[in-house]
């Protein structure tokens, strides 16, 4: 229901912009996130976004490069990840909470449903 696109292998100081679409069901009335995974790595919050688009929030190790944000016309939500370091490499999944109208996912126990993964792989 959930599916994400737009990994690849970019070279550190490039930007990718992954993208997460809905089909099935709408998600416009909940909160959406994106996680990721190293290997050997427990899965982390990256970046969230509320229901209604008007907040966001971001783990301290993106801000200032990563830029969530959705349009829920296209049932669609994008990571706009810029200035990349070979420390984002990892499989990022987006994410929908479990609750509708919610303001944040950012823990693991809060999402309902994951879309498949997309590798990042960032070189130095």
């Known amino acids: 229901q959930l599916q994400a696109s737009g990994g690849g292998l970019v070279q550190a100081g490039g930007s990718l912009r992954l993208s997460c679409a809905a089909s099935g069901r709408t998600f416009s009335g909940y909160a959406m996130g994106w996680f990721r995974q190293a290997p050997g790595k427990e899965r982390a919050f990256v970046a969230t976004i509320s229901w209604s688009g008007d907040r966001t929030r971001y783990a301290d190790s993106v801000k200032g490069r990563f830029t969530i944000s959705r349009d829920n016309t296209k049932n669609t939500v994008y990571l706009q990840m810029n200035s990349l370091k070979p420390e984002d490499s990892a499989v990022y999944y987006c994410?929908?909470?479990?609750?509708?109208?919610?303001?944040?996912?950012?823990?693991?126990?809060?999402?309902?449903?994951w879309g498949q993964g997309t590798q990042v792989t960032v070189s130095s």
């Open positions: 994410a929908a909470d479990r609750t509708r109208y919610s303001t944040v996912v950012n823990n693991i126990r809060d999402v309902g449903s």
